[in-house]
């Protein structure tokens, strides 16, 4: 099987693998889901009975709607089909063109389509949409601990070791992750994910990933950003609050 490390699906691919084990005859398996921008991707292109016959890569004038979601399962048959390829002008081996010989050769390529939310990570816009999709589906669980006079509102995950101080504020659907201190004055907005061991001593995030060991000490709105790990945003003494947007590999400082 291969699994893209950037795409996210809703439900996982259980039922796909079984589905795979249990067909004897099927020599590959690919996925598919309908996309508003095919362009884009891998897609499929089938005939007029519906039978899966070709794959093109990002075309120019789309055949179906339909792209690769980027999860195959294969027969050992694949290998073979490997064996033939010759790298491409990036220098690579293209699993669309190891799937393209199977369908070429007569073997039993199926499809199936994928009924839930998937998304491709590939963009950081793409991965904050992704955040958002899994915070909706997200149930509410405290396993931490939150002061007198703190305030958490809708659904927060907030988990052990973690703790929410008197006078801040955590507004879901958010989650917060092991052993992180939310200090007073400080607000957690709605799809914010805060990762594990981090300190957020002031400031307003909202719509942002920020991950593990991250310090957050700002007189600043943080919206719609990505931070990395191991990074600190400062705000000097005396700066006038404004709202930010980051884009920050790990162990990056910031000094507002």
């Known amino acids: 099987m291969t699994y893209l490390g950037d795409n996210l699906l809703k ?16 020599d590959a398996l690919i996925l598919l889901t309908k996309v508003k921008d095919p362009q884009r991707f891998g897609v499929a292109e089938f005939d007029e ?25 294969f027969s050992p048959v694949v290998f073979e089909a490997i064996s033939r390829l010759k790298p491409s002008l990036r ?7 190891a799937i393209q010989v199977l369908l070429d050769e007569g073997y039993n390529v199926g499809h199936d389509f994928i009924e839930g939310w998937w998304k491709d990570t590939g963009r950081p816009e793409d991965i904050l949409e992704a955040n958002r999709l899994v915070l909706d589906e997200m149930k509410p669980l405290v396993e931490g ?3 007198d006079d703190s305030s958490v509102q809708g659904r927060v995950c907030l988990q052990r070791g973690s703790s929410i101080k008197k006078g801040a504020l955590v507004r879901g659907p958010a989650i917060i ?24 001593r002031r400031g307003e995030i909202e719509n942002s990933i920020v991950m593990d060991n991250c310090i957050i000490d700002t007189n600043n709105r ?27 590999g790990e162990s990056s400082i910031v000094v507002l």
Request: hydrophobic fraction near 35%.
């Open 222 to 248: 943080i919206a719609d950003s990505l931070i990395g790990s191991h990074s600190n945003i400062v705000s000097n003494a005396g700066n006038a609050p404004i709202s930010k947007r980051f884009i920050l």
């Open 49 to 73: 009975e519906g039978k899966l016959v070709h794959l093109v890569e990002k075309p120019e004038k789309p055949p179906s709607n339909y792209s690769l979601a980027g999860i195959y399962l």
């Open 145 to 147: 601990s939150f002061e």
């Open 11 to 26: 439900g996982g691919i259980a039922g796909f693998v079984n589905k795979f084990s249990k067909e004897e005859n099927m």
């Open 91 to 97: 220098g690579e081996l293209e699993i669309t063109e």
């Open 177 to 200: 992750g092991e052993n992180t201190v939310i200090h007073p004055g400080a607000y957690i907005g709605p799809y914010s994910s805060i990762g594990s061991n981090c300190v957020i």
